[in-house]
């Protein structure tokens, strides 16, 4: 089935596409089963050289082509993957590359939409960094771009391929915390954010994430994983969203807040909180979800079920009859959920190369990215225009 079908048989912009794994033809580039898939990665800073390092350990995948505009970037990123890497100042000239079967997108923000549909129509999948695009433009061109492409595309949200995670949902859908009331969700750091910078010059190319012409800042690329958590778990896209945020603690000439504090309204009645601060690190990252008959809370490696109602010292036990999958309590957050997984970074490129192989629609794909790109841009707008923003649905229908 071509995906234009797909979409037209199954509505895609509907609540429940979201989480499908679906097959369809791609008489493009069907690889055997014990092909190796050649990677190029745009973008070597922090993510996309981290991303190259990950993906030289797992069996199939070769990066053979690394593209960065800083020349001094781009050879400490080759240096993390492989010696036989070819280095590209531009990225057209890694798409021409015909020997790339793949490519990384994991460059500032505001290129995402465009390198990705370049990708696209140089024949190649694309694994797209999170957030997926920015501004409706951008995501609207990406999102049709790619239903008319024949090409895996991947939006680079890892928790939606933890298999922590993926547990985690089937315990909440299957009534674990009974009905939903509210997310409350936070990432906070101790840190200015800032990253060295040689020369004056390479400034706004190194701090890009510090000027909203190119970054989306904290919500963008923090927050958006949990919010990608919240529409995943509810199934279901916020009606409304206000927020506040602001250059409180480092003035130094950013224009991206150091904190934010937004609520997305769903129409279930749920509120979903997200908050960033870079001026205290107590609690990290942490996810609450909180229902009728209990609270599930999630950080990146481990999750806790805490009763209502019910006060235990210590349980051990199998977990809903999942193996591996064992809880003992802890005084401060409730039982204990332990689940065996890979870093979820890991598991995402595993999960990417498992769709091209299998020619299968990734569970963190293009409409799970535009949603959670939508709802970015909506708390930017809130907070940048003091207002309550409703959804666009002028996007996905």
Request: glycine content about 10%; hydrophobic content about 35%; aromatic content about 10%.
């Amino acid at each position: 089935m071509k995906r234009r079908s797909f979409i037209t048989k199954t509505g895609l912009a509907t609540i429940g596409v979201a989480s499908a794994s679906y097959q369809y033809a791609n008489p493009l580039s069907i690889l055997g089963a014990n092909s190796t898939i050649n990677i190029g990665i745009i973008g070597a800073g922090d993510r996309g050289g981290g991303l190259g390092s990950i993906a030289k350990s797992i069996e199939g995948i070769k990066v053979i082509g690394l593209c960065d505009i800083l020349p001094f970037r781009l050879e400490k990123g080759l240096a993390k993957v492989d010696s036989n890497s070819k280095g590209y100042a531009d990225y057209r000239k890694l798409l021409d590359n015909k020997d790339i079967d793949a490519v990384i997108v994991a460059t500032p923000f505001n290129l995402h939409s465009k390198i990705a549909i370049d990708a696209l129509d140089a024949g190649k999948h694309v694994y797209c960094e999170k957030t997926m695009a920015k501004g409706y433009d951008g995501i609207r061109a990406l999102v049709k771009k790619t239903e008319n492409s024949n090409h895996i595309f991947q939006t680079g949200h890892q928790y939606h391929s933890s298999r922590l995670y993926t547990h985690v949902v089937d315990l909440i859908k299957n009534g674990k915390v009974g009905k939903i009331t509210a997310f409350e969700c936070q990432w906070n750091r101790h840190g200015n954010w800032r990253r060295p910078v040689p020369d004056p010059k390479f400034e706004k190319a190194i701090n890009w994430r510090m000027y909203r012409e190119f970054s989306g800042g904290l919500l963008a690329e923090l927050c958006s994983h949990q919010i990608d958590f919240a529409n995943w778990v509810l199934e279901e896209t916020p009606e409304k969203v206000t927020g506040f945020g602001g250059v409180n603690y480092w003035k130094d000439g950013r224009e991206t807040y150091d904190n934010i504090h937004l609520i997305y309204s769903y129409a279930s009645g749920v509120k979903a909180s997200f908050s960033c601060l870079t001026s205290n690190a107590k609690d990290g990252y942490q996810i609450k979800v909180i229902g009728d008959k209990g609270t599930i809370i999630i950080d990146t490696k481990h999750a806790w079920f805490y009763p209502e109602g019910k006060k235990k010292n210590r349980v051990i036990k199998d977990v809903d009859g999942v193996s591996g999958a064992t809880a003992m309590w802890d005084a401060e957050k409730g039982m204990r959920i332990n689940v065996e997984h890979l870093d979820p970074s890991k598991q995402a490129l595993l999960d990417f190369k498992t769709a091209i192989l299998d020619n299968t629609n990734p569970v963190s794909n293009v409409i799970t990215g535009a949603k959670a790109s939508i709802c970015v841009q909506m708390g930017l707008d809130a907070m940048y225009n003091n207002k309550i923003v409703g959804w666009n649905n002028t996007i996905l229908g």
